[in-house]
Protein backbone atom coordinates (compact mmCIF):
# COMPACT_ATOMS: atom_id res chain seq x y z
CA UNK A 1 0.00 0.00 0.00
CA UNK A 2 0.91 3.25 -0.62
CA UNK A 3 1.46 5.84 2.31
CA UNK A 4 2.82 9.02 2.65
CA UNK A 5 3.48 10.54 6.30
CA UNK A 6 4.33 14.13 7.19
CA UNK A 7 4.59 13.78 10.91
CA UNK A 8 4.31 17.28 12.05
CA UNK A 9 1.28 19.51 11.90
CA UNK A 10 2.48 22.55 12.32
CA UNK A 11 6.19 23.80 12.63
CA UNK A 12 6.74 27.26 13.40
CA UNK A 13 10.08 28.80 12.54
CA UNK A 14 11.70 32.58 13.19
CA UNK A 15 12.63 34.60 9.89
CA UNK A 16 15.94 33.34 8.82
CA UNK A 17 16.07 30.05 10.69
CA UNK A 18 16.43 27.18 8.28
CA UNK A 19 13.44 25.37 7.75
CA UNK A 20 13.21 21.35 7.52
CA UNK A 21 9.64 19.76 7.03
CA UNK A 22 9.53 15.95 7.00
CA UNK A 23 8.21 13.49 5.00
CA UNK A 24 8.41 9.64 4.75
CA UNK A 25 6.45 7.47 2.25
CA UNK A 26 5.71 3.85 1.76
CA UNK A 27 5.96 2.39 -1.47
CA UNK A 28 7.27 -0.91 -3.13
CA UNK A 29 7.90 0.60 -6.71
CA UNK A 30 9.94 3.59 -8.04
CA UNK A 31 8.47 6.44 -6.38
CA UNK A 32 7.53 9.51 -7.77
CA UNK A 33 7.31 12.32 -4.85
CA UNK A 34 6.29 16.00 -4.92
CA UNK A 35 6.03 19.05 -2.76
CA UNK A 36 2.86 20.48 -3.29
CA UNK A 37 2.18 24.12 -1.30
CA UNK A 38 -1.20 26.11 -0.38
CA UNK A 39 -0.78 29.38 0.88
CA UNK A 40 -3.53 31.60 2.25
CA UNK A 41 -6.83 31.74 0.26
CA UNK A 42 -4.79 30.37 -3.16
CA UNK A 43 -5.14 26.95 -5.15
CA UNK A 44 -2.79 23.66 -4.49
CA UNK A 45 0.34 24.49 -6.88
CA UNK A 46 3.29 22.28 -7.54
CA UNK A 47 6.32 23.62 -5.72
CA UNK A 48 9.07 21.00 -6.49
CA UNK A 49 9.63 17.45 -8.28
CA UNK A 50 12.04 14.96 -7.01
CA UNK A 51 12.78 14.00 -10.44
CA UNK A 52 13.94 17.32 -11.68
CA UNK A 53 16.46 17.91 -8.69
CA UNK A 54 15.33 21.57 -8.83
CA UNK A 55 15.64 24.42 -6.16
CA UNK A 56 11.98 26.56 -6.20
CA UNK A 57 12.05 29.64 -4.07
CA UNK A 58 14.83 28.53 -2.38
CA UNK A 59 13.69 25.15 -1.40
CA UNK A 60 15.18 21.59 -2.41
CA UNK A 61 14.33 17.90 -1.48
CA UNK A 62 16.08 15.03 -1.77
CA UNK A 63 15.40 11.46 -1.99
CA UNK A 64 16.28 9.29 0.47
CA UNK A 65 15.65 5.57 -0.50
CA UNK A 66 17.07 4.42 2.52
CA UNK A 67 15.01 6.00 4.78
CA UNK A 68 12.30 6.34 2.55
CA UNK A 69 12.15 10.06 3.27
CA UNK A 70 11.58 13.01 0.66
CA UNK A 71 11.87 15.77 3.56
CA UNK A 72 11.72 19.28 2.00
CA UNK A 73 14.95 21.96 3.25
CA UNK A 74 15.13 26.03 3.06
CA UNK A 75 18.22 27.09 5.03
CA UNK A 76 16.59 30.74 5.88
CA UNK A 77 12.97 31.12 6.14
CA UNK A 78 11.03 33.65 4.79
CA UNK A 79 7.52 35.53 6.14
CA UNK A 80 6.20 34.66 2.78
CA UNK A 81 7.28 30.47 2.95
CA UNK A 82 3.89 30.45 5.64
CA UNK A 83 1.70 28.26 3.54
CA UNK A 84 0.58 24.49 4.54
CA UNK A 85 3.09 22.00 2.49
CA UNK A 86 1.92 18.78 1.28
CA UNK A 87 3.57 15.94 0.51
CA UNK A 88 2.75 13.48 -2.31
CA UNK A 89 3.41 10.09 -4.07
CA UNK A 90 2.58 9.40 -7.42
CA UNK A 91 1.49 5.73 -7.74
CA UNK A 92 -0.27 4.09 -10.65
CA UNK A 93 0.13 6.69 -13.50
CA UNK A 94 -1.23 9.91 -12.19
CA UNK A 95 -2.88 8.79 -8.98
CA UNK A 96 -1.45 10.99 -5.73
CA UNK A 97 -1.37 9.99 -2.44
CA UNK A 98 -1.12 12.54 -0.44
CA UNK A 99 -0.09 13.19 3.35
CA UNK A 100 -1.96 14.97 5.57
CA UNK A 101 -0.16 18.19 5.33
CA UNK A 102 2.25 20.80 7.81
CA UNK A 103 1.59 23.94 8.20
CA UNK A 104 4.78 26.44 8.24
CA UNK A 105 4.56 29.47 9.86
CA UNK A 106 7.60 32.07 10.36
CA UNK A 107 7.68 34.00 12.66
CA UNK A 108 9.46 38.03 12.50
CA UNK B 1 -2.10 29.85 -21.04
CA UNK B 2 -5.14 29.62 -18.70
CA UNK B 3 -4.86 27.07 -16.03
CA UNK B 4 -7.28 24.45 -14.87
CA UNK B 5 -10.96 25.73 -14.39
CA UNK B 6 -13.91 24.48 -11.93
CA UNK B 7 -17.85 25.35 -12.24
CA UNK B 8 -19.65 26.33 -9.99
CA UNK B 9 -17.09 27.52 -7.52
CA UNK B 10 -19.83 27.12 -4.95
CA UNK B 11 -23.01 24.51 -4.40
CA UNK B 12 -25.77 23.95 -1.56
CA UNK B 13 -27.79 21.08 -1.84
CA UNK B 14 -29.88 19.07 0.57
CA UNK B 15 -29.59 15.42 0.94
CA UNK B 16 -30.98 13.28 -1.61
CA UNK B 17 -30.18 15.38 -4.39
CA UNK B 18 -27.45 14.81 -6.76
CA UNK B 19 -24.81 17.08 -8.08
CA UNK B 20 -22.32 17.48 -11.19
CA UNK B 21 -19.35 19.40 -10.99
CA UNK B 22 -17.22 19.97 -14.36
CA UNK B 23 -13.53 20.95 -15.08
CA UNK B 24 -11.97 22.31 -17.89
CA UNK B 25 -8.54 21.42 -17.98
CA UNK B 26 -5.41 23.03 -19.15
CA UNK B 27 -5.12 23.16 -22.85
CA UNK B 28 -2.89 20.12 -24.15
CA UNK B 29 -3.29 17.91 -21.17
CA UNK B 30 -5.01 14.85 -21.70
CA UNK B 31 -5.21 13.24 -17.85
CA UNK B 32 -7.76 14.87 -15.24
CA UNK B 33 -8.23 13.88 -12.02
CA UNK B 34 -9.93 14.61 -8.72
CA UNK B 35 -9.78 14.95 -5.14
CA UNK B 36 -12.08 15.13 -2.09
CA UNK B 37 -10.26 17.57 0.22
CA UNK B 38 -12.04 17.87 3.87
CA UNK B 39 -10.59 19.13 7.04
CA UNK B 40 -10.75 15.27 8.38
CA UNK B 41 -9.55 12.90 5.73
CA UNK B 42 -7.05 15.27 3.78
CA UNK B 43 -6.33 15.07 0.10
CA UNK B 44 -8.31 11.73 -1.14
CA UNK B 45 -8.22 10.33 -4.34
CA UNK B 46 -11.20 9.93 -6.07
CA UNK B 47 -10.67 8.80 -9.58
CA UNK B 48 -8.46 9.79 -13.03
CA UNK B 49 -9.38 10.01 -16.34
CA UNK B 50 -7.29 9.69 -19.98
CA UNK B 51 -8.19 10.22 -23.01
CA UNK B 52 -12.06 9.55 -22.06
CA UNK B 53 -11.43 6.49 -20.01
CA UNK B 54 -10.67 5.88 -16.32
CA UNK B 55 -7.89 4.92 -15.51
CA UNK B 56 -7.54 4.76 -11.78
CA UNK B 57 -10.25 4.88 -8.84
CA UNK B 58 -10.30 5.72 -5.72
CA UNK B 59 -11.77 4.03 -2.81
CA UNK B 60 -14.85 6.22 -2.92
CA UNK B 61 -18.48 4.37 -3.42
CA UNK B 62 -20.44 3.49 -6.34
CA UNK B 63 -22.77 7.12 -5.93
CA UNK B 64 -19.30 9.01 -6.96
CA UNK B 65 -18.82 9.02 -10.55
CA UNK B 66 -16.99 10.75 -13.47
CA UNK B 67 -16.73 11.08 -17.22
CA UNK B 68 -14.38 12.76 -19.16
CA UNK B 69 -15.15 14.39 -22.89
CA UNK B 70 -13.09 14.15 -26.31
CA UNK B 71 -11.91 17.73 -25.42
CA UNK B 72 -10.41 16.29 -22.19
CA UNK B 73 -12.80 18.46 -20.28
CA UNK B 74 -14.51 16.25 -16.50
CA UNK B 75 -17.32 16.05 -14.78
CA UNK B 76 -17.95 14.35 -11.71
CA UNK B 77 -21.07 13.60 -10.33
CA UNK B 78 -22.25 12.62 -6.80
CA UNK B 79 -25.37 11.30 -6.42
CA UNK B 80 -27.63 10.41 -3.24
CA UNK B 81 -25.88 13.21 -1.30
CA UNK B 82 -25.05 12.49 2.34
CA UNK B 83 -23.55 15.31 4.78
CA UNK B 84 -20.34 13.44 4.81
CA UNK B 85 -20.06 14.38 1.31
CA UNK B 86 -19.52 18.51 1.75
CA UNK B 87 -15.92 19.25 0.92
CA UNK B 88 -13.74 21.08 -1.87
CA UNK B 89 -13.49 18.97 -4.72
CA UNK B 90 -10.25 19.26 -6.54
CA UNK B 91 -10.03 19.05 -10.23
CA UNK B 92 -6.39 18.87 -11.70
CA UNK B 93 -4.89 18.11 -14.63
CA UNK B 94 -1.46 16.67 -15.96
CA UNK B 95 0.53 16.91 -19.22
CA UNK B 96 2.09 13.37 -18.79
CA UNK B 97 2.49 10.34 -16.63
CA UNK B 98 3.80 11.62 -13.15
CA UNK B 99 4.63 14.80 -14.21
CA UNK B 100 2.67 16.50 -11.55
CA UNK B 101 -0.66 18.23 -11.29
CA UNK B 102 -1.79 21.65 -12.03
CA UNK B 103 -4.97 21.84 -9.59
CA UNK B 104 -7.97 23.92 -10.21
CA UNK B 105 -9.40 25.86 -7.34
CA UNK B 106 -11.82 23.78 -6.57
CA UNK B 107 -15.98 23.61 -6.03
CA UNK B 108 -17.33 23.91 -2.55
CA UNK B 109 -19.91 21.76 -1.54
CA UNK B 110 -22.59 21.85 1.41
CA UNK B 111 -25.16 19.65 1.35
CA UNK B 112 -27.55 20.51 4.20
Known sequence: AQRVTQPEKLLSVFKGAPVELKCNYSYSGSPELFWYVQYSRQRLQLLLRHISRESIKGFTADLNKGETSFHLKKPFAQEEDSAMYYCALSANGNKLVFGAGTILRVKS | ?112
Not at chain 2, 51 to 76: A, C, H, L, V
Request: glycine share 10%; hydrophobic share 30%.
Open chain 2, 1 to 112: KAGVTQTPRYLIKTRGQQVTLSCSPISGHRSVSWYQQTPGQGLQFLFEYFSETQRNKGNFPGRFSGRQFSNSRSEMNVSTLELGDSALYLCASSQADRAGYTFGSGTRLTVV
